[in-house]
């Protein structure tokens, strides 16, 4: 089932969920979503026995984002034409990727900073500008690893690291320190929201590709019409707000 609300006020949600009995609400065991601590609040005061899980995606997306915050502000720190500038500045993806998945073997040849060198050999290069970015890259890397291993242990210590890794780092590990059991939920269940995401940027999509709906119903209507071509290849269970 799908169900898409008007709009997404604390107001219309918990008067929507209150139409469900008090039974049925407590039957639901999990919630998966992102940060946002609004929302927390809402699930809480619907759904009482409901583990909160907080999705693998948006907390990898924190953490490269914070990464890449501090990797610009490293660069600025360097005149445009020194090498640290173009290592931190063109191959700024191969950043963002696994480590293990770096090409540890095939040199290439980058007009940028003239020099043949492998994937790995730019990225070891560049972190070791600032102690700072080597903190927070190894950080980043450990995180995926032991959220990929499903490890909540090691978890629990990369979170509490107090390593200097730049102040928007720092701000992302006390974000997961506050919000520490449904962030080790999102290792230990293998529950997301990656399809409510995907629709709801579909929703979005729909509406900035029509310029906006004056009328709701016009809406609702061309979303149902996309939703159909959608359950035509395989069914659908969301709650969307």
């Not at 997404?8 to 039957?27: H, I, M, Q, T």
């Not at 009482?48 to 984002?65: C, G, K």
């Not at 974000?175 to 997301?192: E, I, Q």
């Amino acid at each position: 089932m799908v169900q898409i609300l008007r709009n997404r006020y604390k107001k219309s949600l918990l008067k929507y969920f209150g139409k469900f009995s008090p039974s049925a609400r407590a039957n639901v065991k999990t919630v998966s979503m992102d940060l946002n601590f609004y929302y927390q609040n809402i699930v809480r005061a619907c759904f009482p026995n409901a583990e909160i899980i907080i999705d693998r995606f948006h907390m990898v997306q924190m953490l490269t984002r914070s990464f890449n915050s501090l990797r610009v502000l490293v660069m600025k720190s360097f005149d445009k034409r020194a090498r640290q500038y173009q290592l931190l500045k063109s191959p700024w993806k191969l950043y963002l990727k696994s480590f293990v998945d770096l090409d540890k073997i095939h040199p290439h040849y980058n007009w940028h900073f003239k020099d043949y060198l492998t994937q790995e050999q730019v990225v070891m290069e560049g972190i070791s500008c600032d102690p700072r970015l080597d903190n927070a890259y190894n950080l980043m890397q450990d995180f995926m690893a032991a959220l990929k291993a499903r490890d909540t242990n090691s978890l629990k210590e990369i979170i509490n690291s107090k390593a200097e890794v730049g102040t928007l780092m720092h701000k992302t590990l006390l974000t997961f320190k506050h919000n520490l059991r449904a962030v080790l939920n999102g290792a230990r269940f293998s529950y997301s929201n990656g399809c409510l995401e995907g629709f709801n940027r579909k929703i979005k999509q729909i509406e900035r590709t029509a310029y906006g709906y004056s009328n709701y119903i016009n809406l609702l209507t061309r979303i149902r019409l996309e939703e159909n071509k959608v359950k035509e290849k395989e069914p659908s269970n969301l709650y969307i707000a």
